[in-house]
């Protein structure tokens, strides 16, 4: 038997309370990702992950 997994909606407003490095969430392609576990590893580092928080990622990637 498959597993289900429940679709969850998020409000722009909900995500853009998770900007800490301890609790962060972006959204890219229309989906919300939790992205605190790429703080120290990611390649663009922090300073990246920290201008995407709480906001739609593609925006970022627009602006560079």
């Known amino acids: ?6 679709q969850v909606l ?3 407003a ?3 309370k998770h900007t800490a490095n301890s609790d962060c969430w ?6 919300v990702y939790d992205i605190t576990k790429y703080f120290g590893q990611h390649p663009g ?9 709480g906001k739609y990622w593609l ?4 602006q560079n």
């Not at 972006?26 to 989906?31: E, P, Q, Y």
């Not at 925006?59 to 627009?62: A, F, M």
Request: aromatic letters at 6%; hydrophobic letters at 40%; charged letters at 40%.
């Open 45 to 53: 580092g922090d300073i990246f992950l920290e201008d995407v928080a």
């Open 26 to 31: 972006t959204i890219m392609h229309g989906k």
């Open 1 to 6: 038997e498959k597993s289900r997994m429940a």
């Open 14 to 16: 909900e995500v853009a």
């Open 10 to 12: 998020f409000t722009e």
């Open 59 to 62: 925006e970022k990637q627009k």
